[in-house]
C-alpha cells in the first residue's frame, strides 16, 4: 500500500529496522548519515537504495527538516556510490517516490540508483 508522504514517522518501517541493525541488508555504502544497500526485489541489473540515518518520511520531509550536513552528506554520498560502481558513463537513474501517487511503500526517505541497462524511458508512454 502507498503511503501519505505527510504522515508522522513510523519508527517500525522495514528502513527503521535495518538502520537498527533488525533485519539484514546487503550494504554497499556507510557513512555517519548514510546507508546504501541492495534493493530486495531489483529492477535492474544494479539498484541500490539509499537513505539517510535520521527518521525522514520522505523526499518532503526530508528537505524541509533535515540540517544542511544530512542533505549535502545524502546528496554527495548518492553521487559517489554511483561514480564509485561505475555507472557515471553509461548512466544511471535516480528515482525518489513521494507519497501516494508515486506509490511511494517504505514511509522512510529512499533513493533509487538503477543501472546496468538502457533503462528506456522515464515513464511507460
Ligand atoms: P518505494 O516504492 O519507492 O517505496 O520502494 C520501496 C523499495 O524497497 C522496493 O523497491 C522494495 O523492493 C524495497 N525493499 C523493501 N523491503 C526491503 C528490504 N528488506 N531490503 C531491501 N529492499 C527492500
Keep these: 500500500m502507498p503511503i501519505d508522504a505527510t504522515q508522522a514517522y513510523d519508527d517500525q518501517n522495514i528502513f527503521a529496522k535495518i538502520l537498527r541493525g533488525e533485519i ?63 555507472h557515471v558513463e553509461p548512466g544511471y537513474r535516480l528515482m525518489a517516490n513521494t507519497g501516494i501517487n508515486a506509490h511511494q511503500e517504505v514511509p522512510h526517505l529512499h533513493v533509487h540508483i538503477f543501472a546496468g541497462r538502457p533503462l528506456g524511458p522515464m515513464l511507460a508512454r
Design 24 to 86: 539484514p541488508n546487503n550494504t554497499v555504502y556507510e557513512n555517519d548519515h548514510v546507508l546504501a544497500f541492495e534493493d530486495i526485489n531489483p529492477q535492474a541489473p544494479y539498484h541500490v537504495l539509499v537513505i539517510p540515518k535520521g527518521a525522514y518520511v520522505s523526499w518532503d520531509d526530508f528537505s524541509e527538516n533535515a540540517s544542511d550536513i544530512e542533505i549535502a552528506e545524502f546528496v554527495r554520498a548518492v553521487g559517489h556510490i554511483g561514480r564509485e560502481a561505475g
